[in-house]
């Protein structure tokens, strides 16, 4: 079992910038690709970034690409994700997601994730 916990959501004016953080329990969290994922009212959960077990690879969805950085600390049991120059349209509920599921290529699908935190949420204004 991996029991993961976001925080460091909030409100910030366009251009800014806010780092979420997402704490992991259990020992084998070093074996587990993460990602990261965001839900907007009325809108499906969307890829956002993702980090193999290493560190050693990351993905980004093009929206985010340039302006937000993913990151863990294994010894820690945390993944960060810096998010840098954000716009109004990155207003939504971001998720963290555990996959153990060992793979080649980082999951981008959210089905493909078995533990998921609790969210927090992330409201940039214009």
């Known amino acids: 079992q991996v029991q993961l916990v976001e925080s460091g959501g909030g409100l910030v004016q366009a251009g800014g910038s806010l780092r979420l953080s997402c704490a992991a329990s259990?020992?084998?969290?070093?074996?587990?690709?993460m990602g990261w994922f965001r839900q907007a009212p009325g809108k499906e959960r969307e890829f956002v970034a993702a980090?193999?077990?290493?560190?050693?690879?990351?993905y980004y969805a093009d929206s985010v690409k340039g302006r937000f950085t993913i990151s863990r600390d294994n010894a820690k049991n945390t993944v960060t994700l810096q998010m840098n120059s954000l716009k109004p349209e990155d207003t939504a509920v971001y998720y963290c997601?555990?996959?153990?599921?060992?793979?080649?290529?980082?999951?981008?699908?959210?089905?493909?994730?078995?533990?998921w935190g609790q969210g927090t949420q992330v409201t940039v204004s214009s």
């Open positions: 980090i193999s077990w290493s560190g050693g690879s990351t």
């Open positions: 997601a555990a996959e153990t599921y060992v793979r080649t290529v980082l999951a981008v699908v959210a089905g493909s994730y078995d533990y």
């Open positions: 259990g020992r084998t969290f070093n074996n587990y690709a």
